[in-house]
C-alpha cells in the first residue's frame, strides 16, 4: 500500500521558516515526479512546487518563487519543502503528491493535481502577522 506522510508544519511568525518534509512507502518514487500543493480555508487546492524524477528539474509558482525551495532524496524516497520569509497568505494545508508513472505527461501538466496518483494527508502550515 502507498502512503506518503507529510510532517515539519506549524505555528511560525511571519518572516520565519519551515522545513515540510514527505516520506514515501510501498513503493519507490525515485523515477516520478512528486510535488506538493496547498489548500487555504474556503479556498481550492492550488499547486507550490513540482520536482522531476532527476531532482535537477523544478517548478514553482509565482506566489513562493525565490521562497521556497523543493528538492528530494532518492535514497530515502523523501521529497522536501523549504519555505523561508513565510507570509501570512502562506497559511494552509500542504499536501505532497506523486505520479505513479501510468502516462506521460508534458511540463505543464505537473502544475495540475490530475498528473499525480498518490497524495498524503496533509500538514498544517500556519504563518502568524
Known amino acids: 500500500q502507498v502512503q506518503l506522510v507529510e510532517s515539519g508544519g506549524g505555528l511560525v511568525q511571519a518572516g520565519g521558516s519551515l522545513r515540510l518534509s514527505c516520506a514515501a512507502s510501498?513503493?519507490?518514487?525515485?523515477?516520478?515526479?512528486m510535488g506538493w500543493f496547498r489548500q487555504a480555508p474556503g479556498k481550492e487546492r492550488e499547486f507550490v512546487a513540482t520536482i522531476r524524477w532527476s531532482g535537477t528539474i523544478v517548478y514553482y509558482a509565482d506566489s513562493v518563487k525565490g521562497r521556497f525551495t523543493i528538492s528530494r532524496d532518492n535514497a530515502k524516497n523523501t521529497v522536501y519543502l523549504q519555505m523561508n520569509s513565510l507570509k501570512p497568505e502562506d497559511t494552509a494545508v500542504y499536501y505532497c503528491?506523486?505520479?505513479?508513472?501510468?502516462?506521460?505527461?508534458?511540463?505543464?501538466?505537473?502544475?495540475?493535481?490530475?498528473?499525480?496518483?498518490?497524495w498524503g494527508q496533509g500538514t498544517q502550515v500556519t504563518v502568524s502577522s
Open positions: 503528491a506523486a505520479e505513479d508513472g501510468a502516462r506521460r505527461y508534458s511540463s505543464s501538466d505537473y502544475y495540475t493535481q490530475g498528473a499525480y496518483a498518490y
Open positions: 510501498g513503493r519507490t518514487f525515485s523515477s516520478y515526479a
